[in-house]
């Protein structure tokens, strides 16, 4: 599966942290480092290229999987989950992992309660990785393939490269 993702995904040579300023407060070197000394790659993978390697695995793996089948009633007991469409689904277990307004969990607690917001939001901005390549002070944000994280008081900026689409 490593090598399925490590095709669609990038490895940075460095992970630099950077003042609001610019100025650099650290630049670590990523590739080869992080591999020969923890075993693992440090990849830059788009969400959906994940997802496809996951899926793809699982397939092989014998797994069948249902999508578009929102669950509409649990029962803790047996256990089982039905979809909306009314198919039942029996297991040894429910793994519950439907996110922040979970469903399993307003069925599962006694007294749900609604995720706190914690006032930190986070945005995500898409740029096309040739009109960086345009500038040339932008340009080495990407080339060599390295992540940037500016660090900011109450604010943190961070700046890959991804594979797919070029952004
Ligand atoms: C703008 C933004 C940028 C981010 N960037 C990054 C990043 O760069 N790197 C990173 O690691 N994280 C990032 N995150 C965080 C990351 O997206 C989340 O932490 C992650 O998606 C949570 O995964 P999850 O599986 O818990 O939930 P989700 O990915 O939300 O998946 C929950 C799934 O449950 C399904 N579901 C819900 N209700 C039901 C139901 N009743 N029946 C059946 N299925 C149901 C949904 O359809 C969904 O597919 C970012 C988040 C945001 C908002």
Redesign the pocket.
Known sequence: MLDALRSCSIEPYTAACLSKDGGILSNVPVLPDMEEQWKVPHLLTYRADILEVFVSQARTSGVTLHLA???ACLDFCTPAATTISGTRFSADFILG???ERS?CRSKLLTNPKSPILSGKI???ITVRSELLSQHQDLEPLICPPRVTFWVGLGAQVVCYELKRNNV
Request: aromatic share 20%; charged share 20%.
């Open positions: 089948s929102p669950i992992a439907d996110s469903f986070v945005y995500r």
